[in-house]
C-alpha cells in the first residue's frame, strides 16, 4: 500500500513539475489549503468581499499583475495589467460557467452567448449604437430626467436619504423605452410589471453569485430561489413576446401604408425596430433571439449606469469644488435656457467636457463592473507566464483603473486629468470601464449619453450634499455603494 501511495505521490510530483516547466505560472495568492483551495478565505459578506479583492489586487500588483486563486482543482488567474488583460480579452471570447446563471434567461444576447452567436450577432447590432442612432434617443434621456427631477422634489430640503431606488427605476424605464419603445408612465406594464420583474430577477442571479452551494445545478433546480426565477422569468417573457407580436403588426401596417417600404423617419427609433428590421431584411433574428437581446439590453443597461451615476453623485456631494465647476460649464453651455429644464440637444453635450471628465473620473475609480471572466479555452501567453486552457481568466477593471501608471495620485478623484492628454497613461488599455478588446461593451456611447443627459438635469436643478466621511462599498458580481450614503439634496436658487 505504502509502495503504491509513493508511486502516485512521485507521478502528481513529475506531472506538475513538467507541467510548471512548461507554462511558466503566476505566484498563488496565500490561504490555499489543499483540495478547497481558497474558498476557506473568501468572505461571503459583499462588504469584506470588497476588502478582500483588493488584497489579491495588491498582491498581483506586486508579481507581475497577474495571482492565482483555486476554487479545488480549478485555477482562477486574477490579472492586472492592461496589456496581459488585452492579450486574454483578444485571445478568448467564450465565458465561464458562472454566466451560465443568466442563460435560461438570457441565452443568445450578447453578455451571455457563445462565441460564435457573439461574433454574428455583435456585428449586425453594431449599426443600431452609432453616434447618429444614438443622438435620437436624446429626447426619450431628457424626458426620463425630468421625470428624475420631479421624483426626487420629494426629497429636496431633508435629511439624508438613499437615492438608489430613484436611479434604479429612472434607469430601468429608460433602458425599457429605448429597447422597447414603450412610454412608462404611472400605469404602464414596465412601471408595474416588466422593470420591477427585470431588478428582482437580476438580484437572484447575485444571490446564487454568493452562495456556492446553489452554483451545483441539481441543488439550484429544487431551491426557492429556482422557483422565483421562473416566475419572473415567465412575466419577463411573455411581456417581451407581446410587445415584439404588436411591434410586427405595426410595421406591417407601415409597410402597407407606405407601399412596402418602412418609413426612414430619422426620429426616435427604439431598438426593436432595428431588430426587426433585421430580421426581415437579412434574416437574421428569430422572435427568442430578439427577446433575449431586448431583455440584455434592458438588463445591462439599467443596473450598471444607475450604480454608476450612484457613485458620481456621492464624489459631487463630497467634492464641492467639482460640483460647482459643473454649474459654472452648464451655465457657459446652456446660457439663458439653464433655468428653464429644456431637452437637451448633441451640440448641448459636446460642449459638456468637463462633466464628461467627470463621469470619466468617477468610472475609473468606481466601475460598475469590477472584474471582466473569460473561460481560456487556449494557452494564453503574457509577458512573463502562460495561462493554462482549461482555467478561468478574470480581468480586473478596477486595479486596471488605478494601475501605478496613472501616478501617484491614481486613488484620488482629479477629473482635470481628463482635460490634459498628456496627464494621461500612454497606454490605450489602461482605462477599462467598458471592458477591454473587441468584445467591449457594445453600450459605452449610450451610457455615456444617459449619464450626461440625466446629471445636467440633475445638477441645474439641485446641489447635492454628502456626509459620507468613508465611502463603503458592497462587491458582488457587480460592485455598488453600501445603500444610505448621507446624500442629500437642495434646490437651487
Request: aromatic letters at 10%.
Amino acid at each position: 500500500m505504502f509502495a503504491i501511495v509513493l508511486i502516485f505521490c512521485c507521478v502528481v510530483y513529475f506531472v506538475a513539475y513538467r507541467v510548471k516547466r512548461r507554462l511558466p505560472s503566476p505566484p498563488v495568492f496565500p490561504g490555499a489549503l489543499p483540495i478547497i483551495g481558497h474558498l476557506n478565505v473568501i468572505p461571503r459578506d459583499p462588504l469584506n468581499m470588497w476588502d478582500w479583492e483588493k488584497s489579491v489586487h495588491e498582491f498581483s500588483l506586486k508579481n507581475d499583475g497577474v495571482a492565482e486563486i483555486r476554487f479545488g482543482t480549478h485555477a482562477i488567474f486574477i490579472v492586472t495589467d492592461p496589456d496581459d488583460s488585452l492579450s486574454i480579452a483578444n485571445s478568448c471570447y467564450s465565458k465561464p460557467t458562472i454566466y451560465d446563471f443568466a442563460k435560461e434567461m438570457y441565452n443568445r444576447g450578447l453578455v451571455t452567448a457563445g462565441e460564435s452567436t457573439w461574433k454574428s450577432h455583435r456585428k449586425l447590432l453594431n449599426p443600431s449604437f452609432r453616434q447618429q442612432v444614438l443622438n435620437s434617443l436624446l429626447d426619450v434621456f431628457s424626458e426620463q430626467a425630468q421625470t428624475l427631477v420631479s421624483n426626487l422634489e420629494a426629497e429636496a430640503g431633508k435629511h439624508s436619504f438613499d437615492v438608489e431606488p430613484y436611479l434604479i427605476s429612472h434607469f430601468i424605464n429608460t433602458a425599457s423605452q429605448t429597447t422597447l419603445g414603450l412610454k412608462t408612465d404611472d400605469d404602464s406594464v414596465i412601471t408595474k410589471h416588466y422593470g420591477p420583474a427585470t431588478k428582482d430577477l437580476f438580484e437572484i442571479y447575485l444571490d446564487r453569485f454568493l452562495k456556492p452551494w446553489l452554483h451545483i445545478q441539481c441543488l439550484y433546480k429544487i431551491s426557492n430561489l429556482k422557483q422565483k426565477q421562473d416566475a419572473l422569468m415567465k412575466i419577463i417573457s411573455d411581456i417581451s413576446i407581446a410587445i415584439i407580436k404588436q411591434r410586427k403588426t405595426e410595421q406591417k401596417q407601415d409597410r402597407e401604408l407606405n407601399y412596402g417600404q418602412l418609413s426612414t423617419s430619422e426620429n426616435f427609433k427604439p431598438l426593436l425596430d432595428n431588430l426587426l428590421d433585421l430580421a426581415d431584411t437579412k434574416d437574421a433574428f428569430t422572435d427568442d433571439e430578439i427577446k433575449e437581446h431586448l431583455n440584455t439590453m434592458v438588463t445591462a443597461a439599467y443596473d450598471t449606469t444607475a450604480k454608476a451615476l450612484y457613485f458620481i453623485m456621492i464624489l459631487l456631494g463630497s467634492h464641492q469644488d467639482v460640483q460647482t465647476r459643473i454649474f459654472q460649464e452648464l451655465h457657459e453651455v446652456l446660457g439663458a435656457d439653464l433655468a428653464k429644464d429644456r431637452k437637451l440637444t448633441k451640440h448641448d453635450l459636446q460642449g459638456l467636457v468637463y462633466l464628461e471628465a467627470v463621469i470619466k473620473e468617477s468610472l475609473r475609480l468606481y466601475p460598475p463592473a469590477p472584474r471582466i471572466a473569460r473561460y481560456l479555452d487556449v494557452d494564453v501567453k503574457l509577458k512573463n507566464y502562460i495561462l493554462p486552457a482549461g482555467s478561468t481568466g478574470v480581468i480586473s477593471t478596477h486595479s486596471i483603473n488605478r494601475h501605478p501608471m496613472w501616478g501617484a495620485d491614481a486613488d484620488n478623484f482629479k477629473p482635470e486629468r481628463w482635460l490634459d492628454p498628456a496627464s494621461l497613461p500612454s497606454n490605450p488599455n489602461a482605462f477599462a470601464s467598458f471592458s477591454l478588446g473587441r468584445r467591449n461593451c457594445i453600450g459605452k456611447t449610450y451610457a455615456m449619453m444617459a449619464l450626461k443627459s440625466t446629471l445636467v438635469h440633475i445638477c441645474r436643478q439641485y446641489h447635492i450634499i454628502c456626509r459620507t466621511s468613508h465611502l463603503q462599498i458592497r462587491c458582488q458580481a457587480l460592485q455598488s455603494p453600501v445603500s444610505g450614503q448621507h446624500l442629500s439634496i437642495e434646490t437651487r436658487k
